[in-house]
């Protein structure tokens, strides 16, 4: 086993260190922690707690993986921070380990970019290939789903689900579930329009895209209703699998308190 950790770091015996890691100078990693191949460990990186972090992360100065989470009722017990493969945290990104009242595990997948200052709150679950933009906060139990991307200075309030493939806008305030391929914006943040660059550029053909804006525009411009406008879409020929996933998500944040569907489970 090869690995590059610096003399003034502190590494604790008990952590597993997998092959081609690199670990800086005044970098902190404790007892609990398995950092896997090829990983990067930039100056000033804290790993602490129980943290499992796959292969070829890279860390930028300042990141803190693992602290305890910002919950008052957090009482100490083992929770953790898992994170996938090749994802970039850039300067200061703060995730939190989970805590008992939810699965105690706050998730990170792979392919992911987190900007500087970005924070993921505890029991939060976060998919694949997400841009997290600079000072974007995620409340605890936030999920955000694959290809996700949240502009800078963004708030996601706790328990809100944001769909795949959507987009939120800088200096948005989150209170409801973002549905999927949706662009959002405001104070509080509303559709818009379908992310129609996302959509493009992930190879969805012209035809689901267009059944997307034919829906967003049924749902958020004429009003017509959920049921109205699945009507009106299968009439049309526009349920295709991805409108349907639109309408599901929807039917759920209809049923949440607030247009948030996970609220229900905090209710329960």
Not at 40 to 52: A, W
Not at 60 to 80: A, K
Not at 83 to 93: A, P
């Amino acid at each position: 086993m090869s690995h590059k950790i610096s003399p003034l770091a502190a590494v604790d015996p008990r952590a597993e260190i997998g092959d081609n890691v690199e670990i800086g100078p005044f970098c902190v990693v404790g007892p609990h922690v398995r950092i896997g191949d090829g990983t990067r460990l930039e100056n000033n990186v804290t790993l602490k707690g129980y943290v499992v972090v796959g292969e070829g992360n890279h860390f930028h100065p300042g990141c803190v993986i693992g602290g305890e989470p910002q919950d008052i009722s957090y009482r100490g017990s083992d929770t953790q921070v898992q994170i996938g493969s090749h994802n970039i945290f850039r300067e200061s990104v703060t995730v939190n380990r989970g805590t008992e009242k939810d699965s105690g595990i706050t998730i990170v997948g792979s392919h992911g970019y987190f900007m500087a200052g970005s924070h993921i709150a505890h029991d939060c679950v976060v998919g694949d290939h997400v841009i997290i933009a600079n000072a974007t906060l995620l409340g605890g139990h936030v999920h955000v789903a694959d290809h996700a991307s949240l502009s800078g200075n963004v708030a996601v309030h706790h328990f809100a689900s944001v769909g795949s493939f959507s987009f939120v806008s800088g200096l948005s305030r989150v209170l409801h579930d973002v549905p999927p391929y949706m662009l959002v914006e405001g104070l509080p943040s509303r559709p818009r329009c379908i992310n129609v660059v996302a959509l493009k550029r992930n190879g969805f053909s012209a035809e689901t895209i267009n059944a997307l804006a034919d829906a967003h525009r049924l749902l958020y411009r004429a009003k017509v209703g959920l049921d109205h406008a699945r009507e009106i879409l299968r009439s049309n020929g526009k349920l295709c699998p991805q409108v349907n996933h639109l309408l599901s998500f929807i039917q759920n944040q209809t049923e949440g308190r607030h247009g948030r569907s996970r609220d229900v489970r905090r209710a329960a």
